[in-house]
Structure formats: C-alpha cells, structure tokens
C-alpha cells in the first residue's frame, strides 16, 4: 500500500472502517485511499492499490448495513487482515449509490487483474478513471504500514467537468426503499428447516437420502408444509426503524471537553428522521466539506438546536453563532394553531369522553385545561413527534405509492373510508353519492344514535295464525306415525303466547311439573358382570404398577443405542403408513369424477402416478419386520433379555399397522 502526493481523487463516500467514521475516494494513479473523520482517531488511514484487489464482496440486499469488503491479494493487509470491510454511512438510497460507483470502479479493476494474471502478464492494471497518472515507485512497493499523515481528506476534484462526467459511472435506477428481498426457493428454506430440526433432519436422512422416498413426498406433510410458511415468514421479515427520535448528548471526556459520539446508526437514524439534515448532506459533501467538518459545524449550527428534542430553549439558538451553510436550510416554526402539514383523517367521528380526565370540576368558571395553543413554544415539539410517530407506522405497515393511494370521498361533510375506485370511473355523481350515504348510514349512524332516545317503534309485520300448526313443522315421521293432527303430544313446535295471562299459564305449568317431577335412583341395577371385569383390570394395573414402577414398555428403560434406533425406525415406519394411505384412499378428484368430466388420460395418468406410490411404500412396510431385526443384532450386545420384549411392546401399534396395510396391498396385488 501506498499513497502518491500528486494524485487527485475523483470519486467520494462517507465510509467507515473499524466502527470509525471517514471518507474513502478513490485516486487517479490507481489507489483506494481511506482517510479517518477525526485527525485524532485510533484507525490510522490506509491506502490499497488497484493491483492489489483480488476481489470483492457486498452485503445483502436489504442488510441492516451497506457494505463492501476489499479482499486482498500480493501479500497486503490492513491492520493485520487481509481483508477491509466498508461500511457507507448514509441514507439509505445514497449509500447504495455509492457503493454501486464504487463497486463498478473496483470490479473493473479486478477484472483487469484476473485477465492479467490469467494470460501472464505483469502489467499494472489499468484505472478507468480520467487523467490516469502513471504509478509513482513507491506504488509498485508492497507496504504494510498504514498511513500515519494528517488524516485530513483530499478536497481537490477532476479538472474538468468532461472528466468527472467520465469518471463518475451513471447512477442506476433507485429501488424503492420498501422493496422486499427477494423470496426464497423452496430449496432453501426446506434446508433452512433441516438444519433448525434435528429430529426432521434424522427422518429425512433415513428416507429421503437412503432412497425410499422422494424429496418431494416427503414434504408433502401438512405440518411440514406449515413448517415452510413459517420459516419463509421468519426470513423475510425485515427490522423496522428505530423508534427513538435522533437526539445525541454529548458527554466529557476525561479533559474535561464535551465529545459527541458519532456512530453509523445515529447517522442512518438522522438522514431518515429529519430528512433536512440529509439534503443538507447530499448538497455539501464532499463539494463543501468533508463529512468531520460537516458534522462538526452541524452539531454548532442553529439546525441542531432546532431539530433537538431534549434541553430545548428559544435561548439555546440565540446564543449559537450563524453558519452560512446550515442556516439556509432553517425555516420558520411550526407553532402556529393550523399546522403546515395537513392531515387526512381516517375517521371524523370524535370521542368526547376521551379527555374527560384532562377537565377538572370548574363549576360555572371557565374551562381553559384543553386550550390549544397556550403554550406554542412546545407545538412544535409535540407536531414533531407525531410525525415521528406516523413515520414509524408507515415504515411497519407499508407505504402506498401516490398513484394507487385511496381517497376519501366527502358527501355532506362527512368523510368516507378510503376507497380504491378514482372518482367519475364507472359511475355517476348520482351514484356516488348514493353509496356515500348508505355507507354513512351503516357506519356513522349507529356509532351517533343512542337507542334510548329513540322513539320505541311496533314492527309493521303481522303474524301469521294457522290451525295445527305443528302439523305443519313437526317431523314428517312424527305426523306418518299419529293418528290424527289433534292426538299428537309435545311437538317441535310449540306456539309464542302473545298475552300476560298465557305467559301466566305457561309459567304455572312449568312449575307444576318441575315439583312433581322425580329421579328414581333406587329402580337403577348395576352388571354383575361389567363390574366384576373393571374392578379386576384396576386391581390388575395397580399391581402391574407396584411390582415394576417402569412399564416394560417405557422407552427410557432401553439402551440409548436403541432408543434411537427405535425412535428412527418408528418415524420413517409412520410416514410410509401416511403415504401409502394417502396414495390408496379416494381423493377430491375421485369425488368429482362425474361433474368434473375430466379425460380419461388424465384419469389413468393419476392412476398410475397414485398405484406406484403405493407400490413402492408397501414394498417399504414389507421391510419393517427385516429391520427389526437388524435394529436388535446391531444396537444390543445380547446381556438383556428383556430387550426383545419391550421393543416388540412399544413397536406393537405399528406393527398392527402395518399388517393392515400389507393386506390391504395384497389384496390389490401391491406386493406379493
């Protein structure tokens, strides 16, 4: 590494390196060169030439940092690494920018280096940059040694503005800051839930990677289906914005001097909260100042004391002295009653009773608790916050492009919900304004009206009275089996009375019978038989349990070895079961098969497809009593007898299982 005193630099970035924040350019005769904000930094700067770039690596898109990382080749390191790792502190589309320029400078280069060194050649490789100086001697030196000069960055640019124009590559189109990563195959995500599963990682290595089944069948599980979603929804989910307003404090240090921390995300957080502060930033860096003076000047400037949440004071901005560059970029408070920024609300109903706290009892005394206005000095503070509060939720829920943003259309002064048609599309005033006032009907209506004081209303409906009626409603069994419609008893029906003496009566009647209704308990008789069998399988679990507390089929009381081995043999067993099951049981398309009218290739062709799959897990299943076997010769040394018990015991419903099935494959000559 080395650095040419005639060189001048024509490409620049707020960059840091080390967690320290600076300014990386890249020079005319053929060298990256890094300079430290702060002539006082621990990190010394550094500089990189082109010949010594093996490659390059960027940080994904949609990563909580913007990065490039420089590996480095011939033998070069900086500070003890062969690699450097850049991180570009800026709003978010700048530092993308940047690192693209930068990116497209650099990979060049590297492109040059690898053709060069593939055909032999030790010729420097070529910058693409205007005015190409050739290297001085001290370029073609490999040292180590970080430059320890003023880590003042270089302010001189290209001479002309063809150069620059040349040098510069033209910026891409900016994505939208919004725009999801992009999603992820099915593959990665199936090997993103193996690695996080070591259970389904076992199964799907003893079945899947043995043969015995397809990738595809094995993923075909329901739960596993829902194990995919899930993950896919954890990968894609983004970090919001820092919910805490930018507001730095500085802090002495051990002279004595206030110190300010600056550090990559306060910047991000400031470019993004105050929007100001990173035009002010695109405007005068680097053509005005390098990012240490920028930010030195902005935290003396009357824009920091304005934009400043914590310790504000109209005095605080008398006393600070003007800035020529931050001071055009003030404007006037927000305190006025009205604000500046208009809001569209989403409802315009008001809940009064909301503040009722905030009023005290005054009697007949005027109420000024809710005054708005009263004091202006904190409006806005406050107006500030709420904007920080609505861009925190836009930021979590999604912003709307303007084009497709949904009105509000306002009918009588009432205003509706958001709607997506565009006015006149479709429609006619006429029906615009109908629809508004059904709406307003439906939603404002029942949120105002109060039921009690409304006027009670009757129903305008008559009721309709017919003789035997429940002949009408009852069962049509009920009515086959009575003799005639007056002889039927208690139906389904019963008539509503619709006097005070008729809901006397019935309430008289059901009072009668609850009083003489009685429960016989004494008429009830027990088995002899059903009780002497219970009571002699509790008395049997109860002496089972007290001889030997561990069951014969606990699986804990097994060797490890073959705990896992049951363990494995009893899952993969299972999911053979459920495939073949599924492979033989009629589907949705069976059930449709005539309103459908499907061809009949097509028919046969599922046919095939479903009668293999059975095939080839019956042939599975047929294996289960050889593996068994094999299970019990390879994990047991033959000192427990007990052993073969208990895994037939535990191994038992399966084994019922999956003689079901072999006969059912039989029977429709699966296997043989």
């Known amino acids: ?27 005319t005769d053929q060298v990256v060169r890094w300079v430290p904000s702060s002539s006082s930094s621990s990190v010394s700067a550094f500089s990189i030439n082109f010949g010594d770039i093996a490659g390059l690596q960027t940080s994904k898109e949609g990563a909580a940092q913007i990065a490039l990382m420089l590996v480095l080749a011939n033998g070069v390191q900086v500070a003890s690494k062969p690699k450097v790792l850049l991180v570009f502190n800026a709003a978010q589309q700048t530092a993308l920018d940047d690192r693209e320029k930068f990116k497209t400078e650099l990979a060049a280069a590297v492109s040059r280096n690898r053709a060069s060194a593939d055909a032999g050649s030790a010729a420097p490789s070529t910058p693409a940059s205007p005015a190409a100086a050739p290297s001085s001697p001290s370029s073609a030196t490999r040292a180590a040694t970080p430059d320890t000069r003023a880590a003042t960055p270089t302010q001189t640019r290209p001479t002309s503005t063809a150069a620059s124009t040349a040098a510069s590559p033209a910026p891409s189109k900016r994505p939208r800051p919004k725009d999801l990563p992009p999603r992820k195959t099915d593959i990665e995500l ?20 043995s043969g015995q089944m397809s990738d595809a069948e094995f993923w075909s599980h329901p739960q596993r289906q829902r194990l995919i979603r899930a993950e896919r929804a954890k990968l894609e989910q983004r970090a919001g914005r820092n919910a805490r307003l930018a507001d730095p404090k500085p802090t002495p240090n051990e002279a004595g001097e206030m110190k300010l921390s600056i550090t990559p995300e306060l910047i991000r957080d400031l470019f993004e909260q105050f929007p100001v502060v990173a035009r002010a930033y695109d405007e005068n860096v680097p053509a005005k100042l390098d990012e240490g003076s920028f ?37 006037e408070e927000d305190n006025q009653l009205e604000p500046r920024r208009m809001f569209n609300p989403h409802d315009r109903l008001l809940d009064l009773q909301a503040t009722e706290e905030d009023h005290g009892e005054t009697g007949n005394e005027k109420d000024w608790t809710m005054r708005a206005g009263a004091e202006r000095r904190t409006l806005p503070l406050m107006r500030r916050f709420n904007d920080h509060s609505q861009s925190l939720l836009d930021s979590a829920l999604g912003d709307q492009e303007e084009e497709q943003r949904k009105r509000r259309r306002i009918v009588g002064g009432v205003g509706e919900e958001y709607s997506d048609r565009p006015p006149g599309e479709g429609e006619g005033e006429e029906d615009e304004a109908g629809d ?48 005639s419609p007056t002889k039927s008893t208690t139906g389904s029906f019963e008539v509503v009375p619709d006097t005070v003496s008729e809901y006397v009566g019935l309430v008289e009647r059901f009072n009668a019978e609850v009083q003489s209704a ?45 705990q896992k081995s049951l363990v494995s043999l009893q899952a993969s067993t299972t999911e053979f079961l459920r495939q073949f099951w599924n492979a033989i049981a009629p589907g949705p398309d069976d059930n449709d098969a005539w309103s459908a009218h499907p061809t009949q290739p097509d028919q046969e062709a599922r046919l095939e497809a479903r009668t293999a799959v059975a095939v080839k897990m019956a042939a599975n299943l047929k294996k289960f009593a050889a593996r068994i076997d094999d299970m019990l010769a390879t994990s047991t040394t033959g000192i427990n007898d007990q052993v073969d018990a208990k895994v037939e015991a535990l191994l038992a419903p399966t084994q019922r299982a999956v003689d079901r099935a072999l006969s059912i494959a039989r029977a429709r000559a699966f296997i043989t």
Do not use: C
Not at 190 to 209: E, G, M, T
Not at 320 to 325: E, K, P
Not at 440 to 459: A, F, G, M, Q, S
């Open 436 to 483: 508004s006032v059904d709406w307003i009907k439906n939603h404002y209506y029942k949120e105002i009206v109060i039921d009690e004081l409304n006027e009670t209303r009757r129903d305008d409906t008559v009721r309709l009275n017919m003789a035997g009626l429940e002949g009408y409603l009852s069962n049509p069994r009920d009515s086959a089996d009575s003799t």
């Open 1 to 27: 590494m080395s650095s040419s005193s005639s060189s001048s630099s024509y490409m620049h970035a707020a960059v840091a390196f080390s967690k320290v924040a600076g300014t990386l350019s890249l020079q």
């Open 190 to 209: 199936r090997i993103s839930v193996i690695k996080s599963n070591p259970q389904l990682r076992a199964l799907h290595k003893d079945i899947v990677i």
């Open 518 to 562: 009685s429960i016989g308990l004494g008429s009830f008789k027990t088995s002899a038989g059903g009780t002497e069998k219970a009571m002699s399988r509790m008395v049997a679990n109860l002496r089972s349990r007290s001889l030997n507390p561990r069951a014969a089929s606990d699986l804990k009381t097994l060797p490890e070895a073959v």
């Open 295 to 331: 930010w030195t000047r902005y935290f003396q400037s009357k824009l920091y004391h304005r934009l400043r949440t914590s310790a504000r004071s109209a005095a605080s901005e008398h006393i600070v002295q003007d800035d020529a560059i931050f001071d055009a970029y003030l404007t």
